[in-house]
């Protein structure tokens, strides 16, 4: 039965993105919506049949089934479905049924697309290919909230001189900020601790409401960075606080300013290149957090802020073999130094273990092998000291088993590849992402051309591989949510890492296996296996851009959490997301299970 256009207008307003248009668009729009009745179990649509227009369910639920008949979600009231088959060609590229007794609102096809055409909140609601980055950001265009330190040192107006100053000796700050509660009364800073308590002869006792600056001047977290500096200046001060609305927020200090300027992937990569030992490169590999902000910051695409990132990791791992050949003398035999893991594909974030191997030139014999030993022993420890924590499965080239030479290494992928059991496939998984670091890269490049050849040739194996690549699925719930961690640490959260990430790397792994395709890195196997014909060209660019939104949303998530002083992770609380940012995410996870049913159908194409 038809929806008056009373009601029609109240339902609209509660629907993204209808709800941000103007009165008179809704308007315009009411009388082309068409209702219809569906009972439960009936068909919607068929796969590759025309759609007659957007569908918007008023109530009920709706199944969404693709191409391998594989569930890929289950809508109910206010969620759209069929736009990407009406962004296309207008054929359905998915199969939809109702699940309940359901009432769908259809607004034809001709009138969607002059709605996505037209009205820019439409426009990026239905489309989900990545934005365009800003430019990159200056000191003087960043925001404050990029710049400054969020745990700000804060004392009670009734603390005395003395347990201020000591309380800033503990924390190695300049300044200190006294609040009741969250409201900011006044800054007190070591020059005015030295000028009016020490020069004026004034008992350490003195409450420090008599040496603070009251009232200190401020600026909002929306201020930018050449309003710090500018403020500074006139005013003569090293020291602006953040606040909105009297509360304290934060504070941006002289050396935060230089340390922004000065944080760049190159300068970090440059004192790494010269460090006389591993605890001063861990002084430098502790930045890398702040440097991860001010890449998101300024707006670089993830692959270029992971890449810059594993840049410092492979520096340092040159660093410690050229000391530890330094220490030891020059190796008996040449050897790779190759890293695995996200280090191996030049992905790595904010959080990052160890993952490599030693490959020894096959002149190896085992009186040889102390130096090798104290070799990884001494390049291993010197990670682990950078920050780069031991790897719990002891996938490392200190661990004998992945320190040997190059035949044996042929032994073990042929192994693999000849008997894929669960172990053989998740080191297969892990190995076919090797990639050299220090030493003679040609020992790499031969197992890996020769290894790739072999495995292409083996379906038995590649088999295995493809039920592998299923093994991490997308968190999606029902009824268009997401499926969370029940319960521990990190309940109610999303693991952006293992059910984000890793699907897709997983399938980039698998597509350069099929294709015999040579990158690494989980992005450049897409692209290759898009321009080898693997992947189709709308397949695969639908995979790139739900790849892009869920890498950038882990790095955005690990930005905001070193920002506001925690340790970076993967775990996303899906609440901390704004309507529209959950579910563009949701429908790249939406993407990414489609392109596994396909891969686990024997299809290497998406529509």
Not at 86 to 111: E, H, K, N
Not at 127 to 146: G, M, N, Q, W
Not at 171 to 188: E, F, K, N, P, T
Request: with cysteine; charged share 20%; proline share 6%.
């Amino acid at each position: 039965m038809p929806i008056d256009q009373d009601s029609l207008r109240a339902f609209l307003a509660t629907v993204h993105p209808y709800d941000s248009l103007p009165a008179e668009v809704i308007d315009d729009l009411l009388p082309a919506f068409r209702t219809t009745s569906l009972a439960a179990g009936q068909p919607v649509y068929a796969l590759g049949e025309d759609l007659e227009g957007l569908y918007l369910i008023h109530s009920g639920a709706v199944e969404i089934r693709d191409c391998n008949d594989v569930q890929i979600s289950v809508l109910g009231p206010r969620n759209s479905f069929g736009e990407r088959g009406l962004t296309r060609d207008g054929r359905a590229v998915t199969q939809a049924r109702t699940t309940a007794d359901s009432v769908l609102l259809v607004l034809p096809r001709a009138d969607f697309l002059t709605l996505v055409t037209h009205e820019p909140a439409v426009t990026r609601f239905f489309d989900r290919t990545r934005p365009a980055r800003p430019r990159p950001a200056d000191l003087a265009t960043s925001r404050v909230e990029t710049l400054m330190a969020t745990r700000t040192l804060t004392c009670a107006p009734q603390t005395t001189v003395q347990e201020a100053a000591q309380m800033m000796q503990a924390r190695h700050v300049s300044s200190i900020c006294i609040c009741d509660g969250d409201v900011l009364r006044g800054i007190a800073t070591i020059r005015d601790m030295s000028g009016k308590v020490v020069s004026g002869d004034l008992p350490l006792d003195t409450p420090i409401t008599a040496v603070m600056t009251a009232d200190p001047v401020t600026l909002p977290p929306s201020a930018i960075g050449s309003d710090v500096l500018h403020m500074m200046l006139e005013r003569h001060i090293g020291h602006v606080p953040i606040a909105e609305a009297g509360r304290l927020l934060g504070m941006v200090t002289q050396t935060d300013l230089t340390r922004f300027q000065a944080t760049s992937s190159a300068d970090l990569v440059a004192e790494i290149a010269r460090a006389p030992d591993a605890p001063t490169m861990a002084h430098v590999t502790a930045r890398i957090p702040q440097l991860l902000v001010q890449l998101v910051a300024a707006g670089n695409r993830h692959e270029v802020v992971t890449r810059l990132i594993t840049d410092i990791a492979d520096t340092a791992t040159r660093r410690l073999l050229a000391l530890a050949e330094a220490r030891l003398g020059p190796a008996p035999v040449p050897f790779v130094w190759a890293a695995c893991g996200s280090q191996g594909r030049q992905e790595q974030t904010g959080v990052s273990d160890q993952d490599n191997v030693l490959i020894l030139h096959d002149d190896f014999t085992e009186d040889m092998r102390p130096y090798f030993a104290a070799l990884a022993q001494q390049v291993t420890a010197g990670l682990n000291t950078c920050g780069y924590v031991f790897c719990p499965g002891e996938m490392m080239a200190s661990a004998p088993r992945w320190c040997q030479p190059l035949k044996t290494w042929r032994i073990y992928f042929r192994n693999w590849i000849g008997k894929p059991t669960p172990e053989s496939q998740m080191l297969a998984s892990v190995m076919f992402d090797l990639r050299p670091i220090g030493g003679d890269a040609a020992l790499l490049d031969t197992l890996q051309a020769e290894t790739l050849e072999h495995a292409a040739k083996n379906s038995i194996f590649v088999a295995h591989m493809v039920s592998n690549a299923l093994k991490h699925t997308p968190p999606l719930g029902l009824l268009r949510g997401f499926a969370t961690i029940k319960s521990g640490e990190h309940k109610n959260r999303i693991d952006l890492k293992h059910s984000g990430v890793v699907p897709v790397v997983d399938l980039g792994r698998l597509y350069a296996l099929q294709g015999r395709l040579a990158p690494v890195n989980t992005r450049a196997r897409l692209e290759a296996a898009i321009s080898a014909g693997r992947l189709s060209a709308s397949g695969g660019h639908d995979l790139l851009d739900a790849y892009d939104l869920i890498a950038e949303t882990r790095l955005e998530h690990q930005a905001r959490q070193v920002k506001s002083g925690q340790a970076p992770d993967n775990y996303l609380p899906p609440a901390s997301l704004s309507d529209f940012e959950r579910s563009h995410l949701r429908d790249a996870f939406v993407v990414v299970k489609s392109l596994q049913s396909a891969a686990g159908h024997g299809k290497g194409m998406l529509g």
